[in-house]
């Protein structure tokens, strides 16, 4: 007899949503040593495979050199590295112990680094060579970095004999979204939250014990390590884990070279991917995934022709993983709909409450709780009777149960698959001394590539007259003060910033500029 959905969803929550749900033993100590739990390969394709076997000896190890650090339960650990085995390493071995993992994007420069440390209250870092520098100025923090030292405490110090259980309820992750005001909100991420990953990767993603799946996303945001990282280990299926940034060529030449038959990325991949010229065969997907901003039909389109397949877009965000989308497992996949984000995801409800894409809290895989620390912001986020997480994203539903997005309410910019909060570019180009007032805001990228670029509208102090040079340092000041992946593309100087009489700047109306 066939599980259906619901079956299906009450299952995951009974393993992971278990009082004594133990995070290392549901993503690793249960699976087969000698399966494949990550494949990491470098810029040339070269590749190592790494078993749960061997992530199970080594984060154990680790773990017992972390708590001679001081690492103990509830403690809030950064963590700065690319995708290298290190990585899941450390990530383990930090469950282990009960801690929570603070994952930190490797384009972060220090600003957006500080915000977090010291948002999660951290006392040690673990980082790379690579990015060791940019934890420097950091006071009063510990740094472990790869190699040498790190290396001797996985291979000197005795497995960890027991392994924490932190329940369903417990704190296994703690990320930051950023929005238009205030500081980035500190995400917490239960164990029970595995019901959904798993969920997703199941029905939406459709990921098979005989798939090659390769999320490109970066695991220093939410999709990356949700469905890259995290839920990959849930399922125990293997994903790939390129150690190098984007380009078209890599992209296709990993793609040929281990016979990718799952692809997850951002619309921002597939559109380079339309434009390069490359894909002229060799690549033999059987599903093909898009999330982080809106596809459009264009893309759809192209990959018909190249893939031999649609690509199908979902819908989510860091509060709640992924929830709408355009599935691809048989059980429950329907038609595509142009510009449709595609219908709820097993184990959730939605609907439009106040011209806002809405889930109901009741949903049984709704595991967003609040944000740290801040209760305020918090209850933004639910109506008054907290029946409904208000997404702050605007849209529509059809009579078929369809969902579309039409804008952000909140204005929080999707470039390039990430989500960039202009307070955080605000805070960092209001510091130059010839910057009198200044608002960020997203507009489409000319190139079609990026689905939006960051784009800055600059008041001068009175003395001080625009230029191109001017533009450029404040360019840089960003890239290299808070994040490579953020920095203005396009730098406007105004007279005057349009505001409300209560002063709040209006950006629909730069955004139309």
């Known amino acids: 007899m066939a599980t259906t959905t619901d079956e299906a969803v009450a299952g995951w929550l009974a393993t992971y949503a278990a009082a004594d749900a133990n995070v290392a033993w549901l993503l690793c100590d249960r699976h087969d040593p000698r399966a494949v739990a990550f494949t990491f390969v470098e810029p040339d394709l070269s590749s190592r495979d790494l078993t749960y076997g061997e992530l199970a000896e080594a984060s154990r190890r680790l773990a017992t050199g972390l708590a001679g650090l001081g690492v103990r339960r509830g403690d809030r650990v950064p963590v700065l590295m690319g995708k290298r085995p290190e990585l899941v390493v450390t990530m383990l071995a930090l469950w282990r112990l009960g801690a929570v993992q603070v994952p930190l994007f490797t384009a972060f420069q220090v600003g957006a680094i500080q915000t977090r440390v010291d948002g999660a209250k951290a006392r040690l870092v673990l980082t790379e060579p690579s990015q060791r520098a940019k934890l420097d100025t950091l006071a009063g923090i510990d740094v472990l970095q790869t190699g040498p030292e790190f290396d001797d405490l996985v291979t000197n110090s ?14 296994m992750l703690q990320l930051y979204t950023s929005g238009t005001t205030g500081k980035p909100k500190g995400v917490v991420v239960p164990v029970r939250a595995l019901a959904a990953f798993h969920c997703y990767l199941h029905y939406d993603l459709d990921v098979r014990a005989d798939d090659v799946f390769w999320n490109a996303a970066d695991p220093g945001w939410a999709y990356g390590i949700y469905y890259g990282i995290v839920g990959p280990l849930a399922a125990g299926r293997r994903n790939l884990l390129l150690n190098a940034g984007f380009s078209a060529e890599s992209t296709v030449g990993l793609l040929r070279r281990f016979g990718v038959t799952n692809f997850a990325a951002a619309p921002t991949v597939y559109r380079a991917l339309s434009k390069s010229g490359l894909v002229d065969g060799g690549i033999a997907l059987r599903r093909a995934s898009s999330a982080g901003e809106p596809l459009t039909p264009d893309v759809v389109s192209w990959a018909r022709e190249a893939f031999g ?5 979902h819908y989510g965000q860091t509060e709640l993983g992924m929830l709408i989308g355009n599935h691809w497992n048989d059980e429950i996949a329907a038609p595509l709909k142009d510009s449709s984000m595609g219908q709820p995801l097993p184990g959730y409800a939605a609907g439009i409450v106040d011209g806002q894409i809405a889930i109901e809290a009741a949903s049984s ?23 409904w997480y208000l997404t702050a994203d605007t849209g529509r539903v059809d009579e078929d149960g369809y969902f579309f997005f039409t804008a952000r309410d909140d204005d929080v910019i999707l470039a390039a698959g990430y989500r960039i909060g202009p307070f955080d570019v605000e805070s960092v180009l209001i510091t130059h001394p010839a910057v009198l007032d200044v608002a960020v805001v997203g507009r489409p990228d000319p190139a079609g590539v990026r689905g939006e670029q960051v784009e800055a509208f600059v008041v001068l102090a009175p003395e001080i007259p625009p230029s191109d040079a001017l533009a450029a340092e404040l360019t840089a000041l960003v890239r290299d003060q808070y994040s490579r992946h953020a920095y203005p593309r396009a730098v406007h100087f105004i007279d005057a910033l349009p505001k409300t009489p209560s002063g709040k700047v209006q950006r629909y109306l730069l955004r139309q500029r």
Do not use: N, Q
């Open 365 to 387: 895989l709704f595991w967003f709780a609040g944000y740290h620390e801040d209760a305020g912001r918090t209850a933004e986020r639910f109506t008054a009777d907290k029946r």
């Open 158 to 171: 005795p497995p960890l004999a027991e392994s924490v259980a932190v329940g369903g309820d417990g704190a």
């Open 309 to 313: 397949i649609e690509v199908r877009d």
